[in-house]
């Protein structure tokens, strides 16, 4: 039986890790490899149980969805030729053993196979203690924010027990199955990953199971451990022992000269690291080779990639050459221990999502961003709107000029392309998206959030208005799913009527374009036809880009386009 890769969300994967061996008899659902893409880590699980004879993929090799991975010899195979060998042992016998050992000898087998069976099915029919593992968290990893269940708790199918938060979403990862908890495998605070382990369920039917029943899920659990062992004794698939670079070893390489661009190559390779580690690397310009991993087998994880750079800008600091401190990025605060000059002070700790954005905000003292700015007469806009917001709210919708914004934006993002683009690693080249994936900025409790309306330029001003009230609340209620954060080609950004007559939003890289919208207010405009000044309801809007893809009059030419379909929403349906 062949095990083929699944829908892993992206084209194509690289094979980080191979965790089971020719030989290895595994049951459903247990890790049998590890792919990495430049969003995601994943550990893809066995569909079937049985004994590995064939493993189809080698590491370093990309797979894609439906690519054979390994081959097995099913679990009732294998119970079939026991059968069959004790059969012939059976007919070798006396007669009076012949119905003696029928009884004893096919047991072992009916057991493995209904051992095969329980792992192969965690059901909740079943009644068993089973381990679950986490779903795609949409993210190399997350942080375990908050535990809801304890154990012996009975949980419903789908109620939410882990609250997890990245730096993209804080999501509630819901039960599996209904039943009672007999062990919780992650601790507040932990890091964890997509596919690993989290709790342990006995499955609703049997409060009674023996002890052997709950127990039959442990081949489960035992797995994972047995193969963290394995990259150890593989010489050809992992580079864990396979001469990492240590700082020692490059500053002797320094003093015979430099690298042949072999060696470096050479060197590239034995760095376990997976794509989306050395795609941050060479997009923060550092060199992988020197970086130390943390996790299993030298691994080196994005966490090592920012704490080698603090390390290296701390150094810099400490230089006393250095004569302008900012240079090497910010310095450390002034001692404000003395209360006399600096009175009280109390420390607040940030949120956890205001934590974990930090990194994706740094991103911006890399762009060479600029804003432009520009009004929109949106008073026959505001007239539609008030005209249309009765019918609206009869049905439970709330309509913003947000919707018009939006729609008309979308529009404008169709006719210059160039704004709904993102720009190549090696900045030779525009990577233009065909649909637009309108992010929305929500300020929650706890931070910035942005979820993501899709195909937008294929909705109408009901539809959009629907989905921005739905995705709000998702928001402030910590619901939305790692799907509503991701895809985003274009970002708007609305203070709404909270005040102030401009802003200069920051570009959510890799995007290139976001959109600010300030707090609509009459002002007085010239008519040059009456030849008087008329009331006019003015609406801000604030245009930062990346300046490597769009140029100044690029920029002014979109922004007064948004601001004149937003005068005249007509237009967008010509």
């Known amino acids: 039986m062949d095990i083929k ?12 890790e191979i965790m089971v061996e020719v030989g290895d008899v595994i049951a459903k659902d247990d890790n049998i490899v590890l792919l990495e893409s430049d969003k995601a880590s994943v550990e893809v699980p066995s569909s079937a149980a049985g004994k590995v004879t064939k493993i189809s993929v080698a590491i370093g090799d990309q797979v894609s969805e439906g690519m054979v991975l390994i081959e097995l010899e099913s679990a009732d ?67 375990v924010s908050e535990i809801m269940v304890s154990v012996g708790d009975t949980v419903s199918a789908e109620q939410s027990i882990l609250l997890i938060e990245s730096d993209k979403a804080s999501v509630e990862v819901p039960a599996p199955v209904a039943g009672k908890i007999e062990k919780i495998l992650v601790a507040a605070g932990d890091m964890v990953a997509n596919g690993q382990d ?25 797995a994972p451990a047995k193969t ?59 060199d992988i080779t020197q970086v130390n991993g943390s996790a299993l087998n030298d691994r080196i994880l994005k966490e090592d990639l920012f704490a080698h750079v603090k390390s290296s800008l701390t150094k810099q600091k400490a230089a006393p ?15 404000m221990s003395n209360a006399e000059i600096w009175g009280e002070t109390e420390t607040q700790d940030l949120s956890r999502l205001q934590k974990v954005s930090i990194p994706q905000l740094n991103y911006n003292t890399l762009l060479p961003q600029v804003t432009q700015f520009d009004l929109s007469d949106i008073t026959e806009t505001e007239k539609l709107r008030g005209e249309l917001k009765g019918g609206m709210k009869a049905e439970g919708i709330g309509f913003t000029i947000l919707a018009f914004v939006v729609k008309a934006t979308a529009y404008a993002l169709t006719q210059h392309p160039r704004f709904n683009s993102h720009l190549s690693d090696d900045n030779t080249q525009v990577i233009l998206r065909k649909s637009v994936n309108m992010g929305i900025a929500v300020a929650t409790d706890d931070g910035l959030i942005v979820p993501v309306i899709k195909n937008v330029q294929d909705k109408g001003l009901k539809q959009i208005a629907i989905e921005i009230g739905e995705l709000a609340v998702k928001a402030r209620d910590k619901k939305l799913s790692t799907k509503d954060l991701q895809g985003a080609s274009f970002t708007i950004s609305s203070q709404g009527n909270l005040g102030g007559t401009a802003f200069t939003p920051l570009v ?19 008519d040059a036809k009456t030849q008087s000044f008329e009331p006019r309801l003015m609406l801000p809007l604030s245009l930062s880009y990346d300046h490597r893809v769009i140029n100044g009059a690029d920029a002014a030419v979109f922004t007064r386009y948004i601001a004149t379909l937003l005068a005249d929403p007509r237009r967008i349906l010509i």
């Open 321 to 335: 050459v250095s004569s302008n401190p900012v240079s090497s990025g910010l310095p450390k605060l002034p001692d």
């Open 198 to 222: 989290f709790i342990v369920i006995m499955a609703s039917g049997t409060d009674d199971a023996s002890d052997s029943e709950s127990e039959a899920p442990k081949p489960q659990e035992s």
């Open 508 to 526: 959510n890289w890799p995007q290139v374009g976001i959109l600010g919208v300030s707090e609509a207010s009459m002002q007085p405009r010239w």
């Open 5 to 16: 890769a699944p829908d892993l969300g992206v084209d194509s994967a690289e094979v980080s």
């Open 228 to 286: 963290e062992d394995k990259p150890a004794a593989k010489t050809t698939g992992e580079p864990k022992q396979a001469a990492k670079p240590t700082n020692t070893d490059t500053a002797a390489s320094k003093t015979e000269g430099k690298l042949t661009e072999a060696q470096v190559n050479e060197k590239l390779v034995d760095v376990y690291a997976g794509p989306a580690v050395r795609k941050l690397a060479r997009q923060l310009g550092v």
């Open 77 to 143: 195979d294998s119970a079939e030729s026991n059968d069959d060998n004790a059969a012939e042992e059976q007919k070798e016998n006396s007669s009076d053993d012949t119905d003696a050992e029928p009884e004893s000898k096919p047991e072992p087998a009916a057991t493995e196979s209904k051992q095969s069976e329980s792992a192969a099915k965690p059901a909740a029919n079943t009644g068993k203690a089973t381990t679950h593992a986490l779903p795609d968290l949409g993210v190399d990893e997350a942080q």
